[in-house]
T-cell receptor
Framework: DVKVTQSSRYLVKRTGEKVFLECVQD?????MFWYRQDPGLGLRLIYF???????EKGDIPEGYSVSREKKERFSLILESASTNQTSMYLC????????????FGQGTRLTVV | AQTVTQSQPEMSVQEAETVTLSCTYD???????LFWYKQPPSRQMILVIR??????QNATENRFSVNFQKAAKSFSLKISDSQLGDAAMYFC??????????FGTGTRLKVLA
């Protein structure tokens, strides 16, 4: 089974802190994604990566950056956390060939105080 | 640009009854895939069912089936013989198979004993 693991289920950070959310997948997937989930807004794409060191902005990239130095790991970085970044963050991965099913991590609930 | 719309924020169903969750989408791609994902309280997103747009036959997975109306751009999910374990958020999603998955805002399904 594909496993996508996010480093934390819950995080509490202070305003202005630099925050790292880590995601690791074990199926050699080329594609990796970071989504933000908010009630009534569904899942919104922050960034995605289709290869090592490759990244593209999603729909809401402002205030975020990403890093993909190894194929299995995709990090989301909040450069200076703000209270409006309090949310659920979901990481996903997929293989571009065949049926493009996305596999998800268990989510990180981030609270910025 | 792709869009996915779920117009039912919340639905309820009696245990053992049938419920249908609605989803409409819009895409300019000729080749695309549609999905229903389930997110239980544990937050782990799980694939329920998928449909390739080029297939006319509606997908079925045990108690879950879809009604795919390509011309109307409609993709509804029918859950038969509803069980308490079906209670969750359900998200409809669309991808053209390249990189981006677009999700709807979700429908919360309550199953009444």
């Amino acid at each position: 089974d594909v496993k996508v693991t996010q480093s934390s289920r819950y995080l509490v950070k202070r305003t202005g802190e630099k925050v790292f959310l880590e995601c690791v997948q074990d199926m050699d997937h080329e594609n990796m994604f970071w989504y933000r989930q908010d009630p009534g807004l569904g899942l919104r794409l922050i960034y995605f990566s289709y290869d090592v060191k490759m990244k593209e902005k999603g729909d809401i990239p402002e205030g975020y950056s990403v890093s993909r130095e190894k194929k299995e790991r995709f990090s989301l970085i909040l450069e200076s956390a703000s209270t409006n970044q309090t949310s659920m963050y979901l990481c996903a991965s997929s293989y571009p060939g065949g049926l493009p099913e996305a596999f998800f991590g268990q989510g990180t609930r981030l609270t910025v105080v | 640009a792709q869009t996915v719309t779920q117009s039912q924020p919340e639905m309820s169903v009696q245990e053992a009854e049938t419920v249908t969750l609605s989803c409409t989408y819009d895409t300019s791609e000729s080749d695309y895939y549609l999905f229903w994902y389930k997110q239980p309280p544990s937050r782990q997103m799980i694939l329920v069912i998928r449909q390739e747009a080029y297939k006319q036959q509606n997908a079925t997975e045990n108690r879950f089936s879809v009604n795919f109306q390509k011309a109307a751009k409609s993709f509804s999910l029918k859950i038969s013989d509803s069980q308490l374990g079906d209670a969750a958020m359900y998200f409809c999603a669309c991808t053209s198979g390249t990189y981006k998955y677009i999700f709807g805002t979700g429908t919360r399904l309550k199953v009444l004993a």
